[in-house]
């Protein structure tokens, strides 16, 4: 009789999981997993694990059988339940299929990714539009390919995990600047040696506290010295400048932005990420760069969403001027409830109330939840100065209503908290 | 003294306001292990040593350099670079 071979993935026998020798791999996130331990233990709910069971609309969810206020999402203009674009999907789900199976440079493009990029350059006024598989891969994308050995890249240092992700996974020289700085990015480039190419890396909406960057003068500087410029405009398409373009339109710097970066899963409301540009040798791109071609393009039905959102968001003046409304009155209501907020003045559809530590934070947040409101619960690292934030995010769909309902909640919360008087 | 004496004094002077410990700075004190440093004050310290020096110490330069002595060593090289 021989004994039956342990099997490695049976979770019933946990100590076949335990390597036999050598340290296990796991044991550097003993830390975390002990911190998050002792804060579970107080008895509150993990912000990191909450389930959406139902959605009823862009503003609306049941979440842990109770209807909620949607307040921490980033569809800002409420295209998640668009008739249009849902219908889009369901005809491409018939005519398409589920999926393409494949890399955008083999058999991965249909009529639909012709499409959503035939939009994008409409909407953005460029010349050329390239279609990734998510935002956080158009970034990699960029950042690894664009730059090479001998070159720079200059980025901000609150820059998004995607663009500090694509500098690790390429070969240029990084060098970082303090955040939003235009004096500091500019004694940065007069520094750098007069050879090799260079890349600024800037973001239109800054998403963990929701402050715009002076693109203009930023541009500005990076252009007299030099650089090519990338703006990213996930946090800001849909709703910045005349045409909602983002912060660099109406920054009125159009002319000298070599790159937009771009996602479908904010504004737009699927999932996608772009770059348009209206470089001469931009199409090369799509033959070297690794994030676009070594991994599936996206689903039919997605690229007939996103296009039809796209082509929708030219015209969507009202809803744009609705989310500007809702974000003045969230911002003012709540400074006026006395909570500290992250921006002087709102200046996106993110409004960020700083909170004292991670307990605090957790407590209000749960709150909140239990009154009925959804907010980000954000802590270090992924917040700049290790700040924790609850992160409100604004939708175009939000009635007056709901937002005076919100204010209600926070206050409610604060009070309980003890976070306001 | 020499110049590597006085960059060694000044980078212990811009290390002072992020020493909340109050480490003994040798050459081999470390700034993730000795000086407990997380990414943001790593971020801020080197933005004041590039200012103080002139130089740029990118972020490739950045993941070779653990103890202070290496930093000094550094900071020397590219003050003598540029």
Request: proline fraction near 4%.
């Amino acid at each position: 009789m021989t004994e039956a071979a342990r099997n490695p993935m049976d979770p019933a026998d946990e100590t076949a999981i335990a390597p036999s020798h050598g340290r296990d791999l796991f044991s550097k996130f003993d830390a975390l997993i002990a911190e998050r331990e002792a804060l579970l233990d107080t008895g509150v709910r993990d912000p990191f694990g909450l389930v959406m069971e139902q959605v009823l609309s862009p503003t609306r969810a049941i979440i842990k059988g109770k209807e909620t206020i949607l307040l921490g999402t980033y569809n800002y203009m409420g295209m998640t339940f668009d008739p249009d674009v849902v219908a889009a999907g369901k005809q491409a789900l018939d005519d398409y299929g589920a999926g393409t199976t494949g890399s955008r440079v083999l058999n991965g493009t249909y009529q639909g990714h012709r499409e959503v990029e035939e939009a994008l350059k409409d909407y953005y006024g460029t010349a050329h539009a390239m279609v990734f598989s998510t935002g956080y891969q158009a970034n990699l994308g960029l950042m690894a390919t664009i730059a090479g050995k001998e070159d720079y890249i200059i980025l901000d240092a609150d820059s998004h995990a995607s663009i500090y992700d694509g500098c690790a996974l390429g070969n240029a020289q990084i060098v970082r600047f303090r955040h939003n700085s235009v004096e500091d990015l500019e004694r940065r480039l007069k520094r750098l040696p007069p050879e090799g190419g260079r890349l600024v890396v800037l973001e239109g909406v800054y998403s963990m506290l929701g402050d715009i960057a002076p693109l203009k003068e930023m541009v500005e500087v990076a252009k007299r010295h030099g650089a090519m410029v990338v703006v990213d405009e996930a946090h800001g398409m849909g709703f910045f400048g005349e045409k909602g373009r983002g912060v660099f339109e109406e920054a009125g710097v159009e002319d000298q932005v070599d790159f937009v970066v771009g996602t479908f899963s904010k504004s737009v409301g699927t999932v996608g990420g772009f770059i348009v540009s209206n470089h001469p040798k931009f199409e090369v791109l799509r033959l070297v760069c690794r994030p676009y071609v070594f991994t599936a393009s996206l689903p039919p039905s997605v690229v007939a969403t996103a296009a039809t959102s796209i082509r929708k968001l030219m015209h969507a003046g009202e809803k744009r001027a609705h989310l500007w409304e809702n974000s003045r009155r969230l911002h003012q209501g709540l400074r006026e409830l006395g909570f500290t907020l992250a921006t002087p003045e709102p200046q996106s559809a993110i409004i960020a109330v700083l909170l004292a530590d991670q307990q605090t934070t957790v407590l209000m947040w749960q709150a909140l939840l239990e009154a009925g409101v959804y907010v980000n619960m954000a802590r270090p690292p992924a917040t700049p100065a290790g700040m924790y934030l609850l992160r409100c995010s604004l939708c175009a769909e939000h009635s007056r209503e709901e937002v005076g309902r919100i204010l209600e909640m926070f206050a409610a919360a604060g009070r309980a908290t003890g976070v306001i008087a | 003294m020499t110049d590597r004496d006085e960059i060694f004094d000044k980078v212990s002077q811009l290390i002072a306001p992020f020493n909340k410990k109050g480490v003994t700075l040798a050459e081999a004190t470390t700034f993730a292990g000795d000086l407990e440093w997380d990414s943001l004050i790593v971020m801020d310290f080197v933005a004041s040593v590039e200012d103080e020096f002139d130089i740029l110490i990118t972020m490739n330069m950045q993941a070779e350099i653990e103890t202070v002595g290496q930093l000094v060593d550094a900071v020397e090289q590219l003050r003598s670079d540029s």
